[in-house]
Every structure is written in structure tokens, then in C-alpha cells.
């Protein structure tokens, strides 16, 4: 399966046309965070407002493969999964003029992490457990199919907060508008990159 991932082509055909005159903080940026946490729709809206292409990690991977991840998952196992995840992640890494959101478990995966913070930057999303069940209670996440879906959010949002935090960027979907959470991405990431060009490093590149 992984050859599918070779053969998706990026940046995509249709979407949003970048405009490389537009003046913009940063040409590509993944976000990561816990499900349900608004990467998707905020990612889209995100592109929309940056004039950059929109991928979705996950979308993908179903493009390619012909099934959906909770197929995958099921028939394949979480191993299978985090091969494709790893091969796009290659992919979306070398590309450019993208925003990437990314699987909530993306970038819990050591190799993949390396990847995106090489490349960066790396926005994490979040919201409250209770916000994220509200979201994703009518959906098929592999990871909630258990008789206590809120105990189980609780206990991997807190086994991964400390990975998130090594996002370049926290910020906050909580009640918020896409709309809103993308300003302030791009408010974020234009601090980001002043930063970045005071420490004398190219924006992405960490020490």
C-alpha cells in the first residue's frame, strides 16, 4: 500500500490556487492535536485564508488505498496504518504550499514527529475532553469503540499532552469559529517567524 501513497499527487489539482506574491508568515504548516479538536475544518479554513492548498492526512491515505482508516485499522491492524501514515508524512514533508492536518495520532509517532518539526511549523490544536466527545461521538474512531469513550479521551489526552507540547504553537479551538482559530493561527505564526529570523535560524529548523 504504500506505493498508493507515491502516486497521490501534490500539492493538489483544484482547491485554493496560492498566490506567491500574498504576503503570508509561512508556505507550509501542519496541525496536530487530539481528534475532534477542529484540524480539518480549521485547516481548510486556514488555506482559505493563507491562499495555500488544504490536505488532510487521513483523507488521503483513504484515497489511496480504497478504504477507510477504521477499515484499515480493523482488517490491517494500527502497525499497517502507521506505515501509510509515515510514507505520507514523507510526502507532505517535501511538498510545499500546503496546510497539512494531520491524524491525531500523527504526530505521537516518533518518526513522523522528526519529520514535521524538521520541517515545520507544527501548529497543536485543543480543546476539552468534553468538547472533543461532543464532536466525535456519532463518528467511527477506531480508538473510541469502548464503553467509557470520555474516560478513554481523558486518559490519551493526557498521555500525549506532553508530545503536543512540542508543537512550535498551542492554540485553543474552544468555542470558537474556524473562522477565529485561524486568525489567530496566522497571528501566532507571524510571531513565530519573527522569532525565528531574531534567532538568526530559517523558520522550521530547530536547535
Known sequence: MPGAISELQLPPAGHFLPNPRRPRPTSWVALTGFMGTGKSRVGWELARQLGLYFVDTDRLIERATGRSVSQIFAEQGEAAFRELELELVRRVTGADLLVVALGGGTFIQPACRQLLRARGPVVALEARPETVLARTR??????LQTEDPLGTIERL???RAGTYALADLRVSSEGRQSQEVARRIIAELWRWRRQAERAGRPPGVHR
Open 157 to 159: 489526552m493526557r498521555e
Open 138 to 143: 456519532r463518528s467511527e474512531r477506531p480508538l
